[in-house]
């Protein structure tokens, strides 16, 4: 983590691959189209709820592949730097080997941020447009969920 090598499990992320060859991080041109998409589709004024059910409805899989999206899954793509090309490390860390129990990092151990660690799908003022309204969301859909 400090040399700042990134791996993440690129089978359950959307638009971006590992080059076979290279080994380095690829965007995968097919499915940087539905990342855009989805941050487009914010900034146009969607929560993330009405654009997982976009999404659903035109078809498109999630990055598990399945067919029905949710709005977790999309709020965590919003959120998520390396669609900027940088990359956390250490957002949750293991707990238990054995159990393979992960936690999510609230100051446990050191996290590391790279910059420009591969080639962004969305500019970085567009990651931060959708950054400075992302938090009104949140708090707009847990006051009415409660």
């Known amino acids: 983590m400090a040399d700042r090598k990134v791996s993440f499990a690129y089978s359950r992320f959307l638009g971006l691959d590992k080059d076979k060859e290279t080994g380095k991080i690829v965007v995968n041109p097919e499915q940087a189209e539905t990342v855009r998409l989805i941050f487009h589709l914010f900034l146009e004024g969607m929560t993330p709820h009405s654009i997982a059910t976009e999404l659903t409805s035109r078809g498109i899989k999630t990055p598990a592949g399945k067919d029905v999206w949710n709005q977790q899954t999309v709020r965590r793509m919003l959120s998520n730097e390396k669609y900027k090309g940088d990359a956390l490390l250490q ?3 293991t707990v238990d080997f054995l159990q393979k129990k992960m936690k999510k990092n609230e100051g446990e151990v050191p996290q ?5 660690n591969h080639e962004a799908i969305i500019s970085p ?3 931060v447009m959708v950054q400075a309204s992302l938090p009104s969301v949140q708090r707009e859909v847990h006051a009415t969920a409660a």
Do not use: I
């Open 125 to 127: 003022a567009v990651f």
């Open 112 to 116: 590391y941020y790279v910059e420009g």
């Open 91 to 93: 957002k949750e860390f």
